[in-house]
């Protein structure tokens, strides 16, 4: 027969409520150490069922229970964010829905021990959207990012947070605002708590396209390294034999290969801004990247294209081109070989020997075809995770009205513990609860 009562624990917590076999079974109220925290609701033989918890943080939960774990479905709200969607065993997941309170920014799609994996869409505050795989919380596998139009993109700024993994910890008061391209993204009003730094870009624009000046400055350069170069082997014809002669060319494009690599090294700084810089971005154009990514970054294969006709196929590492592609401008121009961080280092040159030429050539070709394939599959895995996400919002309605009846067990538990003890306490850090 159940009974009811309160019991006083040595640490402080207290729990007022009904009880069966000396566990606390129907409804009541459970306080933590000091009176700090508290879950109110319905309760079965010692476990919590259905109902509200409040932390002494702030942050709380409503919704189901078992075995001393959020499990089932429910509401979590922490800091800025709102979790709604199942839970196992204590972790978000397997079908949910995580929200920014502040600026719209959201992630809808599979869980796994807490973190986003499996298949899901990002959805970030300026409105751009990241489809395709996750692993471990962060974008890895085939996915397509989609921005909005260069003019309502939000601003990246440098100096960037250190770790991506901190800021997605599940210790802090709640994740940081919506990550883009592995740094945390601008609200809408442009401006981010505890940020200090300049603009560095825009929220899902990898490419960059050199200004006209900056492309004719480079091709007189090449013309003057090329007029240097013939010098030097007509020199070398008089003095040398068949065999020197094929040996000195050899070094000759090896140093050509070095000093091309040198003069890309040494323009870092002048170009670097490029990625802020070099030609001007119509408000009205979008970038949409198609491809591979490894730890919250383009990486591997992948196809990047603009809305004015600026497009890459090749390799990527960081955010950044890198290894064999090809790039086309938006004047139809186009520029094909090996980047290094985003610089071309090596690629069609009048100089080289034909041979070096069409080994680049094959190697250019090959990743064109391996991003382009890619891309395909990206587009693939952003279905996939669109219907995840359709998935995830059924499942977060769900949960919306889970919550609705653990609040309602929560104010019928507030109500218990009043009747069998007046005097009992059921406020945490002296606030009005979520009940």
């Not at 004015?308 to 081109?321: I, T």
Request: hydrophobic share 30%.
């Amino acid at each position: 027969m159940s009974t009811g009562g309160r019991f006083d624990f040595d640490d402080g917590g207290s729990y007022c409520g009904g009880w069966e076999q000396g566990k606390a079974h129907g409804r009541g109220v459970c306080t933590g150490p000091q009176g700090q925290g508290e879950y109110a609701g319905a309760w079965s033989h010692g476990f919590e069922v259905l109902g509200v918890y409040t932390w002494p943080s702030g942050n709380n939960y409503q919704g189901t229970w078992a075995q001393g774990k959020r499990h089932g479905i429910g509401v979590e709200s922490k800091g800025r964010w709102e979790y709604r969607g199942e839970w196992t065993q204590g972790f978000k997941g397997r079908y949910g829905q995580l929200e920014s309170t502040v600026s719209g920014a959201r992630y809808e799609g599979t869980w796994s021990n807490g973190l986003q994996d499996g298949y899901g869409t990002e959805t970030y505050s300026d409105g751009g959207t990241y489809q395709g795989q996750w692993l471990a919380g962060m974008r890895h596998g085939y996915a397509v990012r989609q921005s909005v139009p260069y003019g309502m993109a939000a601003v990246i700024l440098f100096p960037l947070r250190t770790s991506i993994n901190s800021l997605r910890s599940e210790h802090s008061h709640g994740p940081p605002a919506a990550l883009e391209d592995g740094v945390a993204n601008t609200p809408a009003d442009g401006v981010v708590a505890g940020f200090a730094g300049s603009p560095v870009g825009r929220g899902g624009f990898a490419l960059t396209a050199p200004s006209e000046a900056d492309r004719q400055r480079k091709r007189k350069g090449r013309f003057r390294q090329s007029i240097l170069s013939g010098l030097k082997l007509r020199r070398s014809e008089s003095k040398s034999s068949l065999a020197s002669q094929l040996s000195k060319q050899s070094s000759f494009c090896s140093e050509a290969g070095m000093s091309t690599v040198s003069s890309a090294a040494s323009d870092i700084h002048s170009n670097a801004s490029e990625s802020e810089q070099g030609a001007p971005v119509d408000a009205t154009v979008t970038e949409m990247y198609a491809g591979e990514w490894r730890s919250d970054q383009r990486a591997g294969w992948g196809v990047s294209r603009r809305s004015d006709g600026l497009h890459y196929a090749g390799e990527w590492a960081g955010n950044k081109r890198h290894g064999y592609g090809c790039t086309t401008f938006p004047d139809g121009t186009k520029e094909e070989g090996k980047y290094k961080q985003n610089m071309l280092v090596s690629g069609k040159r009048k100089n080289l020997i034909p041979l070096r030429a069409s080994k680049i050539r094959e190697k250019v070709d090959r990743a064109v075809e391996a991003a382009e394939k890619a891309a395909d599959i990206a587009k693939q895995k952003a279905d996939i995770a669109m219907s995840r996400m359709s998935h995830a919002r059924g499942k977060a309605e769900a949960a919306e009205r889970v919550a609705q009846k653990a609040m309602e067990e929560c104010q019928l538990a507030r109500m218990t513990a009043k009747e069998l003890s007046p005097s009992f306490h059921i406020y945490g850090n002296g606030e009005k609860p979520a009940c």
